[in-house]
C-alpha cells in the first residue's frame, strides 16, 4: 500500500505538472474567472479556448465539458444578449454567473501541514482515495484534489444566471439573454461541448429595459474603481489594495470620469539670478537650458495634467507666470529694465506664437536697485509704486465660425493676486464684454466668470455669444472687457449657506449673512484684467496656423500682488489692509544709474497727483520692475507620455549690474477633487 500510495502521488505529481507546463506556455490572460476581460454594452470581441484550461465550477445551463475564458459585464437594468451565434468554428456553449470571483480553489481546504480539512465531507472524499491526505499532511496536492472531489465548496463563489447550447438558428454554437439588474457584474463563460475548443467571437448587446428580473440573488459587488487616473470596474477591497477610489457598488466607468486630484489655483516661488545684461530663457516643461523647476512642480502626478477641455483628447497643465526684482532679503527694488516674452510651440500641430510679457515700472523716486519704499511683499500697482493696471481691455476679432477656419482663443486674468501661503484666495471677477460689428452696431449682455486665470476659445462662451459670425452679423468685430464684481461670479465652496456680496464683504456676521460661511467662499470684485488672444486659422486640412498677441488697454485701475518674503513669516489670514492705507509717496530724485534710465530726471517734491498724472501707464512692450507672463501651457497626448506643447520662457536683465528675480508659478485651472 505505501508503494502503490508514493506511485500514485508521484504520477500526480508528474501530470500536474507537466498540465501547469503546458498551459503556462500560451495560458489566455482571461483564463480564470477574476482576470474575466471587461467589455462595455454593445460591444463584438474576438477571442480563442484553444489554450483555456478547464474551469472547476458548477454547471449553469449547460454542463461543463471543456476549457473556457471568462468575459465580465455590467447590468443596465436592460436585457442583455450573450452571442456567439454562427461566430465560432466549433461547439460552443455559454455560462452567466453573477457574484465575485473568488481566485480559484481559495475557499477549498486549503494545504496545511496539518493531516486532514476543516469540511468532514470533503476529508473523507478526498482520504478515501488518498489517506496520505489525512495521515501525514494536507498539502497542495491534497487541496488540488478537494477541488475535483469538492466542486461544490471548492468552486468559485458565484451564483448562476443561466447558459445555452445549440441556439435556434445558430447551429452548434450559442445564444443566452437574461434580465440584467443595474449595477451587478455578470461574469460569461465561453467553453465547448465535449472538450472540444476554438475560436470564437462574442457580442454582447442591449435589448429592452427589465419589467422584472430573473428573481436570482445578484448583488452588485463591483463598481468604478479609479486608480493612477484609470476607471477600471473592481470590488472595494481590491481598489482599496491598488490604492484606488471606489465610488460605489453599482457605479460604472462610461458615467464615472476617472481622474486623479489636482490642485488648482495654486502657486510655487522660484528665485532666478541674473548677471549685468544676461539674456536667458528655459522650456516649462523641463526648466532647461536654465536649470530652474518645471512648471509641473505646480501639479506632479501620473498622468501629467489634467483631461483638455477644448474637445481633444490632450492633458494640459496651465498659468501663468509673474516675476518682479528683488533684493536679497525678497524686497522688491526699482530695476525697470526687465523684459521678457513667451514662444508656445505645439509639436503636434507643427505651430507656434509669441507675445510680450505685461511689464510694470517702478515709478517712484528711488535709485535703481533701491527698495521701493513700501510695504515689502505688496506690490501695489496704483501708480505710485508700480504702474497702475488697465481699467478697459480692447479685443480686435474676426468672428468665429464653430467648427469653421478660424477661433480665437482668449485669456484672461485679473491682476491682483494673493501668492502667500495663507492666501486670502483667487480673486474672481465678471468679465464684461460690449462689443460692436462692423455696421457699429452695439452688443451687450455677454459676460463671463473669471476666477484666478481662464483661457477659453471663444466659440465656446456661453450665451449670448457675439463672438460667433451668425450672432455678430460681420465677419470683424472688436470688444472692450471690463472686470467687474457680480454675485453670478461668486464662488461658493459649501452651496447652501446664505452668505451674501455686500453683507459679507463689510461683516460676516452681519445680518442677512451666514455667520457660518466657509471661509474659502469668494468673493468676486472689481478687477484690472490682462490678456493675451491666440488666434488660429485652419490653411488646409492638415492643421492650423496660429498668432499672438498682447490685448492693450485704455483707462488706469489699481491692482496689488501679495507674497511673502524672505525672513518674514507669513500671518495667519491677514486681514485687507489696501483699503486704509495712507500711500507713502517718495519724490522722484535724480539717479546716476545710466542713460538707459529715461526717467531719471529730477522730480524732487512732486505731489502724488503730478506722479499719477505722469506715470499711470501699463505697458506690454516697454522694460519693468515687474513682468507678468500671462499664459504657459503644456500638453501631452491622451495617455500623458508624450509631450505635445511646449512653453518657452525668455527673461532678460538689461542693464549692468547683476539682479535677483523673484517668480511665481501659478496654476490657472480650478481644484479638482475626488470624491
Not at 229 to 234: I, R
Not at 266 to 281: A, F
Not at 640 to 666: C, E, K, R, S
Request: charged share 15%.
Amino acid at each position: 500500500m505505501p508503494h502503490l500510495l508514493i506511485e500514485k502521488r508521484t504520477v500526480y505529481i508528474a501530470a500536474l505538472v507537466f498540465a501547469m507546463a503546458t498551459v503556462v506556455q500560451a495560458q489566455p490572460s482571461n483564463d480564470e474567472c477574476p482576470s474575466a476581460t471587461s467589455l462595455a454594452v454593445p460591444f463584438v470581441q474576438a477571442g480563442s479556448t484553444s489554450s483555456a484550461t478547464f474551469d472547476s465550477i458548477p454547471d449553469c445551463g449547460t454542463f461543463i465539458g471543456a476549457p473556457g475564458v471568462w468575459y465580465q459585464v455590467v447590468g443596465t437594468g436592460a436585457q442583455l444578449t450573450a452571442s456567439t451565434c454562427n461566430a465560432a468554428n466549433y461547439d460552443t456553449k455559454l455560462s452567466v454567473y453573477c457574484g465575485e470571483c473568488q481566485p480559484a480553489y481559495s475557499s477549498c481546504c486549503p494545504g496545511s501541514s496539518i493531516p486532514g480539512c476543516d469540511d468532514a465531507t470533503c476529508e473523507a472524499a478526498v482520504c478515501a482515495f488518498d489517506p496520505f491526505c489525512c495521515n501525514v499532511g494536507w498539502d497542495s496536492i491534497c487541496e488540488d484534489e478537494a477541488a475535483v472531489a469538492c466542486p461544490d465548496l471548492c468552486s468559485n463563489a458565484q451564483t448562476c444566471v443561466g447558459g445555452n447550447d445549440d441556439a435556434i438558428g445558430c447551429g452548434l454554437t450559442s445564444e443566452f439573454t437574461w434580465c440584467s439588474e443595474v449595477g451587478v457584474a455578470y461574469h460569461i463563460l465561453v467553453h465547448g461541448f465535449n472538450n472540444q475548443t476554438g475560436d470564437f467571437t462574442l457580442s454582447i448587446t442591449e435589448g429592452a429595459p427589465c419589467i422584472n428580473t430573473t428573481g436570482i440573488a445578484c448583488p452588485a459587488t463591483v463598481g468604478a474603481c479609479c486608480a493612477d487616473g484609470v476607471c477600471e470596474l473592481n470590488t472595494a477591497d481590491e481598489c482599496a489594495l491598488r490604492g484606488g477610489v471606489y465610488n460605489g457598488d453599482g457605479t460604472i466607468c462610461d458615467n464615472f470620469e476617472c481622474e486623479r486630484a489636482h490642485p488648482g489655483w495654486n502657486s510655487v516661488d522660484v528665485g532666478i539670478s541674473l548677471t549685468g545684461h544676461q539674456p536667458t530663457y528655459w522650456s516649462a516643461a523641463t526648466g532647461q537650458p536654465q536649470g530652474v523647476s518645471p512648471f509641473t512642480i505646480l501639479d506632479p502626478g501620473t498622468p501629467p495634467g489634467r483631461p483638455a477641455m477644448d474637445g481633444t483628447t490632450d492633458r494640459v497643465l496651465r498659468g501663468y507666470i509673474v516675476a518682479w526684482a528683488v533684493d536679497p532679503n525678497g524686497v522688491e527694488i526699482r530695476w525697470n529694465h526687465l523684459k521678457g516674452d513667451a514662444v508656445t510651440v505645439n509639436y503636434a500641430l507643427g505651430t507656434a506664437w509669441e507675445y510680450t510679457t505685461y511689464s510694470f515700472a517702478v515709478v517712484n523716486g528711488s535709485a535703481n536697485g533701491a527698495p521701493t519704499g513700501l510695504t515689502p511683499g505688496q506690490l501695489d500697482l496704483d501708480g505710485i509704486e508700480y504702474d497702475q493696471g488697465y481699467e478697459t481691455l480692447l479685443l480686435d476679432f474676426y468672428s468665429s465660425i464653430v467648427g469653421g477656419t478660424f477661433d480665437t482663443e482668449l485669456t484672461l486674468l485679473p491682476v491682483s493676486v494673493d501668492l502667500r501661503q495663507e492666501t486670502e484666495g483667487p480673486v474672481a471677477t465678471k468679465a464684461s464684454f460690449t462689443i460692436w460689428n462692423q455696421n457699429e452696431v452695439k452688443l451687450t449682455g455677454m459676460d463671463r466668470c473669471i476666477t484666478c486665470w481662464d483661457s477659453t476659445f471663444v466659440s465656446q462662451y456661453g450665451v449670448p455669444n457675439h463672438f460667433l459670425l451668425d450672432n455678430l452679423q460681420t465677419s470683424k468685430g472688436k470688444a472692450q472687457i471690463v472686470g467687474v464684481p457680480s454675485k453670478l461670479c461668486d464662488f461658493d465652496y459649501d452651496p447652501g449657506d446664505i452668505c451674501t456680496q455686500n453683507a459679507l464683504a463689510a461683516d460676516p456676521t452681519a445680518s442677512g449673512a451666514d455667520p457660518t460661511c466657509d471661509p474659502r467662499d469668494i468673493l468676486s470684485q472689481d478687477a484690472s484684467l490682462l490678456g493675451v488672444a491666440m488666434k488660429q486659422f485652419q490653411v488646409n486640412s492638415n492643421g492650423y496656423d496660429t498668432a499672438g498677441m498682447n490685448l492693450v488697454g485704455m483707462g488706469y485701475k489699481a491692482a496689488t500682488i501679495k507674497a511673502d518674503f524672505a525672513g518674514s513669516p507669513p500671518d495667519e489670514r491677514p486681514g485687507d489692509i489696501g483699503g486704509g492705507r495712507t500711500p507713502h509717496v517718495i519724490a522722484r530724485q535724480a539717479v546716476g544709474d545710466d542713460s538707459l534710465n529715461a526717467e531719471s530726471q529730477s522730480q524732487s517734491g512732486d505731489s502724488a497727483s503730478a506722479v499719477l498724472a505722469a506715470n499711470d501707464r501699463c505697458s506690454a512692450s516697454e522694460k519693468g520692475s515687474l513682468l507678468i507672463f500671462p499664459k504657459v501651457e503644456l500638453r501631452w497626448n491622451e495617455a500623458g507620455d508624450t509631450l505635445l506643447q511646449d512653453t518657452f520662457i525668455d527673461l532678460t536683465n538689461d542693464y549692468p549690474d547683476d539682479v535677483q528675480v523673484q517668480m511665481y508659478f501659478i496654476n490657472g485651472d480650478a481644484p479638482l477633487v475626488i470624491k
